[in-house]
């Protein structure tokens, strides 16, 4: 089974201090995993996505992700929030087994930045 | 162009309504989506087009009916609607190929009354 597992509902972060948004995997085979933020009544944004190659992945706004084979991990970061990151962060992975158009997300993380 | 447009933004209708939603894509992808999602919740996949044909139906109940008319457009028709299927409804398009990410559009918050 494919599956992504987001074990915090809500990560609390000072302005200006690094952030970690963590996100573990479970899959057949390689994982193609991808980073989404979301805002107030507004559609997923893409921020980044790991395929294959360099274990860091840089993206979107300053966000990389680092991509952790041993500990099935890909959780995204940033060395220095700002309160406009303030949002709701989904982890996905695509189905590589039965039909690879189909995205399976984590339950989400909102994340809350203070001034 | 990297939109998906989604219209309406906001629509509200009856349980006896017959409504469509509609999406719109110009960036060439040939895998369309149309996603539900509830508030503070992960999107829900609904329906899946693949080179205009139809490749998944979560089990979707048949009063969502979905329509690709052709490579860039994508409809959801609404009838007979409960108020428990009030929610964000999102549209999303990729190329076809395992390491493609997916482009979403803004949703249409729907509010069934």
């Known amino acids: 089974a494919q599956s992504v597992a987001q074990p915090e509902d809500q990560v609390n972060v000072a302005e200006g201090n690094p952030l970690t948004v963590k996100c573990t995997y479970s899959?057949?085979?390689?994982?193609?995993l991808f980073w989404y933020v979301q805002y107030p009544n507004r559609g997923l944004q893409f921020l980044l996505k790991?395929?294959?190659?360099?274990?860091l992945v840089k993206g979107s706004y300053g966000f990389e992700a680092e991509f952790n084979k041993s500990q099935t991990s890909f959780h995204l970061k940033k060395p220095s929030a700002l309160v406009s990151d303030s949002a709701l962060y989904f982890c996905?992975?695509?189905?590589?087994?039965?039909?690879?158009?189909?995205?399976?997300f984590g339950s989400g993380t909102k994340l809350n930045v203070k001034p | 162009d990297t939109e998906v447009t989604q219209t309406p933004k906001h629509l509200v209708m009856g349980m006896t309504n017959k409504k469509s939603l509609k999406c719109e894509q110009h960036?060439?992808?040939?895998?369309m989506y149309w996603y539900k999602q509830k508030a503070k919740k992960p999107p829900e996949l609904m329906f899946v087009?693949?080179?205009?044909?139809?490749?998944i139906n979560e089990s979707v109940p048949s009063r969502f009916s979905p329509e690709c008319p052709n490579s860039s457009l994508l409809n959801l028709h609404l009838h007979a609607l409960q108020p428990e299927d009030s929610a964000l409804y999102l549209c999303?398009?990729?190329?076809?190929?395992?390491?493609?990410?997916?482009?979403f559009g803004q949703g249409t918050r729907l509010t069934v009354v």
């Open positions: 999303a398009s990729s190329q076809e190929g395992k390491n493609t990410e997916a482009f």
């Open positions: 899959v057949s085979g390689n994982p193609y």
């Open positions: 790991y395929i294959t190659g360099d274990n």
């Open positions: 996905a992975v695509r189905d590589m087994r039965y039909n690879f158009n189909k995205f399976y």
């Open positions: 960036m060439g992808h040939r895998a």
């Open positions: 087009y693949s080179y205009e044909k139809l490749s």
